[in-house]
T-cell receptor, first 116, second 109 residues
Framework: GAVVSQHPSRVICKSGTSVKIECRSL??????MFWYRQFPKQSLMLMAT?????????EQGVEKDKFLINHASLTLSTLTVTSAHPEDSSFYIC????????????FGPGTRLTVT | GQNIDQPTEMTATEGAIVQINCTYQ??????LFWYQQHAGEAPTFLSY??LDGLEEKGRFSSFLSRSKGYSYLLLKELQMKDSASYLC??????????WGAGTKLIIKP
């Protein structure tokens, strides 16, 4: 079946630094990828919708200058958390929708970010 | 390898009860989530089980048996708005989420 990978799976960084998270669709092309954030025992919070070749669409309350999204190809989207702070510590999950039938949404395994 | 199995699609009648099963084989276990997702929307958290047993929350209940690698989501008094996909996800030993493919639940009047 379709697979979505994320790298790194876990990252610890110091406050003030930037971290890049990659999301790849391994065996299908994804015109659209989503980035979510999850706090413990809470719903996934949609952060932004990433469309290949165009600017990402951010949800209300998500700072686009802090969470930079680039969807440069049909198999790769990146999320860069800039000037990270401890409150950015969370689980970041991406998902991808295949560009051809069936139009299924596949979730990545997530990246656990800890900012110290 | 790691694997989560849940039925692709289920159909039930409004007002009835439906049970959606999820079986898993993962490297370690640190909890199991159930999510509801309506088309075009982000998944909504329904439940989190880490200990064996049944947890009830309104019309929805979730059951876990760690020894059997099995969970189910029970929906009672089905309403048309319950038509959605239901996702099972297991947290493995590395705290990574292993996702099931989701079960599309169709509710008929």
């Amino acid at each position: 079946g379709a697979v979505v990978s994320q790298h790194p799976s876990r990252v610890i960084c110091k406050s003030g630094t930037s971290v890049k998270i990659e999301c790849r669709s391994l065996d299908f092309q994804a015109t659209t990828m989503f980035w979510y954030r999850q706090f413990p025992k809470q719903s996934l919070m949609l952060m932004a919708t990433s469309n290949e070749g165009s600017k990402a669409t951010y949800e209300q309350g998500v700072e686009k200058d802090k969470f930079l999204i680039n969807h440069a190809s049909l198999t790769l989207s990146t999320l860069t958390v800039t000037s990270a702070h401890p409150e950015d510590s969370s689980f970041y999950i991406c998902s991808a929708i295949s560009s051809g039938e069936p139009y299924e949404q596949y979730f990545g395994p997530g990246t656990r970010l800890t900012v110290t | 390898g790691q694997n989560i199995d849940q039925p692709t699609e289920m159909t039930a009648t409004e007002g009835a009860i439906v049970q959606i099963n999820c079986t898993y084989q993962t490297s370690g276990f640190n909890g199991l989530f159930w999510y509801q997702q309506h088309a075009g929307e982000a998944p909504t958290f329904l439940s989190y089980n880490v200990l064996d047993g049944l947890e009830e929350k309104g019309r929805f209940s979730s059951f876990l048996s760690r020894s059997k690698g099995y969970s189910y989501l029970l929906l009672k008094e089905l309403q048309m708005k319950d038509s959605a996909s239901y996702l099972c996800a297991v947290v493995d030993s590395n705290y990574q989420l292993i996702w099931g493919a989701g079960t599309k639940l169709i509710i008929k009047p």
